[in-house]
């Protein structure tokens, strides 16, 4: 499968970097693309083996994120695209800055707009593929002091449910995943003992059912699924 590339955008430690190990695993080429990609220092042995190529890519840019999928496409056909970018400032709504807002509705939500665009104009041309997007309990609920990340995150399901019903006929899975509950990642080790075993997400867990979707028949497809750990409750 090395001529076949999957970009995963929005990536860093935790999720990010667990997305990209899982899809390199399953042979392809991973554009794994960041902020800053010289960051991506958990990666660096899939890099170096040829796995993996670290990409900077601003995703709220058009320009970077086009030569983004441009670069992909340069080292084989385009099966899987990951948006897991995110921003978010806590904060209560009259003291939000309106400058800070938008920039989490840019990398949220406009970002995902601009990966996917990108994403399913490479995809057309063979009819194939699978384009999934990061999404969270902010998805389906605005809670007090999260309207930065509620309202990307809610515009980026219902781009996510329009491009599905787009290009689902057209051979594309288009899929959108809630992540209900806290991610395990280094700093949240007291919070785990605190709770007990299974109580935080795991990442690679999550990027398995993300490997999951891509797998399915198209006859069975899933167009939105929730993840989050026995102990949360919903």
Known sequence: MSDQTAVVVGVGPGLGVALVTAFADEGYIVFAAARRADSLDQLEGLIADGKVVAVNC???VPQQ???LFAAA???GALRVTVFNAGAFAPGNVVDSDPDEF????RVGCFGGFLVGRAAARL??????????FTGATASL???AGFANLAAPKFALRALAQSMSRELGPQGIHVAHVIIDGQIHVARYEDLLAERGPDSLLEPAA???SYV???RQPRNAWSQEIELRPWVEKF
């Not at 057309?124 to 999934?132: F, R």
Request: charged share 30%.
């Open 73 to 75: 496409a340069e080292h």
């Open 141 to 143: 609920r605005g809670g």
């Open 65 to 67: 994120v086009d030569a």
């Open 58 to 60: 601003d995703t709220t």
């Open 123 to 132: 995809m057309l041309s063979d009819k194939q593929g699978t384009i999934i």
């Open 102 to 105: 938008e920039r989490c509705w």
């Open 212 to 214: 999951n979707l891509h």
């Open 206 to 208: 999550i990027a398995d």
